[in-house]
């Protein structure tokens, strides 16, 4: 039987896979909602990782059983008992077949060889990554979105509605002016604070992560939404600048669906940077390189797969 592998990229927002055949190929791939080790920490999140996983299996398993899998998850430490066990379970693998890492070790190795270059990667959260030619990762941010996670979807969502209900601590009212303030206000449902607090404190980060859309739709009308967008693409310029002090200087890569969200976020961050440095935006699918990599296969630097 030809081997197959299975890759997964479980992030805050959405959780992509992709099934690979030995020569690379693609044989399916599809999308779920959001997963996370973080959820790990509580009785009803790891309920909602297990039976978020069933349902991924259920998905899968209708194109075809892997021979191995190979996931990377957003907040993964390393203590991945429970998850591999679950995940052997779910789509009936040994647990040696099943090989568990952080999301962001799977991103970089869609785009670089070990050692390359460095990774600045905005999604729910954002972190700057290089991971060496001995294979070690070094980290730049990546520290959570309540100390840091510059630039992220989560960073942009909160940088938008602490200026917004700051104007209306001054001039209650003032929403009503602000393009800004109207987007957020109207994918949130209403303009009442307990809505507001009730969004930002009472689900999942990466929910939360999911209102830097109606940021990024509002910058043309509106120069403080245009202002937090400039801003994520300097925070996610200080990752790379941080990266290249300590490891010297290599070509920089900005990926994640955040840094697409305008052309505002790379444009600022490619300012940012050294004129010598290179910076490229990719939307390489990490997916798809999880599921080579499961397959055994070397994968592809970033660009070559399609986007």
Request: some cysteine.
């Amino acid at each position: 039987m030809s081997r197959v592998g299975l890759g997964i990229d479980a992030g805050g927002t959405r959780t992509r896979w992709a099934l690979a055949a030995p020569d690379g190929t693609i044989l399916a791939e599809g999308e779920q909602g959001g997963l996370s080790a973080l959820q790990m920490g509580s009785d009803e999140g790891r309920a909602r990782v297990q039976a978020g996983l069933a349902a991924l299996a259920a998905a899968v398993l209708v194109h075809g059983k892997p021979q191995a899998l190979r996931a990377g998850l957003t907040g993964f430490g390393g203590d991945g008992a429970q998850l591999r066990q679950w995940l052997a379970e779910s789509f009936g693998l040994p647990e040696a077949s099943v090989l568990l890492s952080n999301d962001i070790d799977i991103a970089y190795l869609a785009c670089f060889a070990p050692g390359e270059g460095y990774l600045v990667y905005a999604g729910t959260g954002s972190i700057g990554a290089w991971i060496d030619a001995g294979g070690v990762l070094h980290r730049a941010g990546g520290r959570g979105v309540i100390l840091d996670d510059g630039g992220g979807g989560f960073w942009i969502a909160r940088e938008a509605l602490r200026h917004i209900w700051r104007n209306e601590d001054e001039e209650p009212g003032r929403w009503r002016a602000s393009p800004l303030a109207q987007a957020v206000f109207a994918q949130i449902g209403g303009d009442d604070w307990t809505l507001s607090r009730q969004f930002m404190y009472g689900q999942e980060r990466g929910e939360v992560g999911r209102l830097a859309l109606a940021v990024a739709a509002s910058a043309e009308a509106d120069p403080v939404a245009a202002a937090i967008l400039a801003q994520a693409g300097r925070e996610l310029a200080r990752l790379a600048r941080a990266l290249t002090a300590r490891f010297g200087a290599r070509p920089v890569v900005l990926a994640g669906r955040a840094a697409t969200l305008h052309p505002l976020i790379v444009n600022t961050m490619r300012a940012e940077l050294p004129d010598a440095l290179s910076l490229t935006q990719t939307t390489a699918r990490a997916h798809h390189a999880a599921a080579r990599l499961a397959a055994t296969l070397v994968v592809p630097a970033c660009g070559n797969d399609g986007g």
